[in-house]
């Protein structure tokens, strides 16, 4: 299954992943029921956990401290 990831250096990515989290290089995501529609495909949107790293601004962080 494909996800969305939203929020934290991963926003933006499509990736593979189901279930309460998915982990994306050193972040962890989180479902959420949001959906997203991207490219005729609807994904369901995972979100940045709040406590996996300090994040200051929407993707501006390339990477996880
Ligand atoms: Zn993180």
Redesign the pocket.
């Known amino acids: 299954m494909r996800v969305l990831l939203r929020g934290?250096?991963g926003d933006g990515q499509v990736v593979s992943g189901g279930g309460e989290t998915v982990a994306w290089r050193?972040?962890?995501y989180e479902l959420t029921t949001e959906r997203s529609c991207r490219q005729g495909v609807d994904l369901r949107v995972y979100r940045?956990?709040a406590d996996?790293?300090e994040?200051h601004g929407r993707g501006a962080e390339d990477r996880?401290e």
Do not use: K
């Open positions: 934290g250096p050193a972040c962890l940045h956990r996996c790293c994040v996880c």
